[in-house]
T-cell receptor, first 114, second 113 residues
Framework: DAGITQSPRHKVTETGTPVTLRCHQTENHRYMYWYRQDPGHGLRLIHYSYGVKDTDKGEVSDGYSVSRSKTEDFLLTLESATSSQTSVYFC?????????????FGEGSRLTVL | GENVEQHPSTLSVQEGDSAVIKCTYSDSASNYFPWYKQELGKRPQLIIDIRSNVGEKKDQRIAVTLNKTAKHFSLHITETQPEDSAVYFCAANGGTSYGKLTFGQGTILTVHP
């Protein structure tokens, strides 16, 4: 498996609290992504990064922000968590998305917002 | 943006039978169509992909076909085995980079011994 770790793996929080999920990679891949997985919706892209300090929005970016200050780390922040953000969050990396295409996913972070 | 519809949502087959999962997409600019397999409690993993300049691709027991005119693509699994039981997702890239994918809703495949 590609060297991707997500933390925390499980988190329960309350509505209105801030939450940060971390994705750490040891593959030195330039491209990183955050997807959320919900029943009936498959996986949906939240934000992605194509380099240090270079990020852009995906399909469902409202309520989320990201930061990438180092190649190996991509942080996803929920400034004020809501129950609709209860989901499983997957980080993914790719080496060269204009050529090879394959996404390598982390193990996922299950977030419950009460 | 791109929209991907996947059918069926659940599929149950006997070991040794074939399984077919179908997807349609909306954006004619899409040129990359991967399939991911996700076992229970695990991460999604790429099993096969196809680009728009190819009509069919095979890898052992799995194959993918693409019909650009009709905007649909399908996953075919032959001689199914219990270890094929998983959730399968199709995706399309909407003509953007291969990593910015729109996924289908998923198909739960169960292979009975």
């Amino acid at each position: 498996d590609a060297g991707i770790t997500q933390s925390p793996r499980h988190k329960v929080t309350e509505t209105g609290t801030p939450v940060t999920l971390r994705c750490h990679q040891t593959e030195n891949h330039r491209y990183m992504y955050w997807y959320r997985q919900d029943p009936g919706h498959g996986l949906r892209l939240i934000h992605y990064s194509y380099g240090v300090k270079d990020t852009d929005k995906g399909e469902v970016s409202d309520g989320y922000s990201v930061s990438r200050s180092k190649t190996e780390d991509f942080l996803l922040t929920l400034e004020s968590a809501t129950s609709s953000q209860t989901s499983v969050y997957f980080c993914a990396i790719s080496e060269s998305p204009h050529n090879t295409g394959e996404l390598f996913f982390g193990e996922g972070s299950r977030l419950t917002v009460l | 943006g791109e929209n991907v519809e996947q059918h069926p949502s659940t599929l149950s087959v006997q070991e040794g039978d074939s399984a077919v999962i179908k997807c349609t997409y909306s954006d004619s600019a899409s040129n990359y169509f991967p399939w991911y397999k996700q076992e229970l409690g695990k991460r999604p993993q790429l099993i096969i992909d196809i680009r728009s300049n190819v009509g069919e691709k095979k890898d052992q027991r799995i194959a993918v076909t693409l019909n650009k005119t009709a905007k649909h693509f399908s996953l075919h699994i032959t001689e199914t085995q219990p270890e094929d039981s998983a959730v399968y997702f199709c995706a399309a890239n909407g003509g953007t980079s291969y990593g910015k994918l729109t996924f289908g809703q998923g198909t739960i495949l169960t292979v009975h011994p």
